[in-house]
């Protein structure tokens, strides 16, 4: 069993920054794969980025450029540094893992608020 654990959401203004972290226990072998979902209301949930435990990070085409992936090995712990945060990108969330894509673990969700 995995579990993790994110932290760092908030409410920030267009174009500000945000950090979030998300922490896994458990299994290693089965965090091959971390990565970051969202889901806006009314919306279903989407890809954001993945990386895995070797690199090759993936990201949606609307946050390429802006949103930075990157996770430390030794701590089962992965990021994701948001950048030139825009209204669109307010959705909670989730921190993901899993020995391959689709992910079958799952955080609780944290909440991204952007203001115009």
């Known amino acids: 069993q995995v579990q993790l654990v994110e932290s760092g959401g908030g409410l920030v203004q267009a174009g500000g920054s945000l950090r979030l972290s998300c922490a896994a226990s458990g299994s290693i072998f089965s965090t091959n794969i971390m990565g970051w979902y969202r889901q806006a209301p009314g919306k279903q949930r989407e890809l954001v980025a993945n990386i895995k435990r070797g690199g090759s990070p993936s990201y949606a085409d609307s946050v390429k450029g802006r949103f930075t992936i990157s996770r430390d090995n030794a701590k089962n712990t992965v990021f994701l540094q948001m950048n030139d945060l825009k209204p669109e990108d307010t959705a909670i969330y989730y921190c993901?893992?899993?020995?391959?894509?689709?992910?079958?673990?799952w955080g609780q969700g944290t909440q991204v608020t952007v203001s115009s």
């Open positions: 993901a893992a899993g020995i391959i894509s689709p992910p079958v673990y």
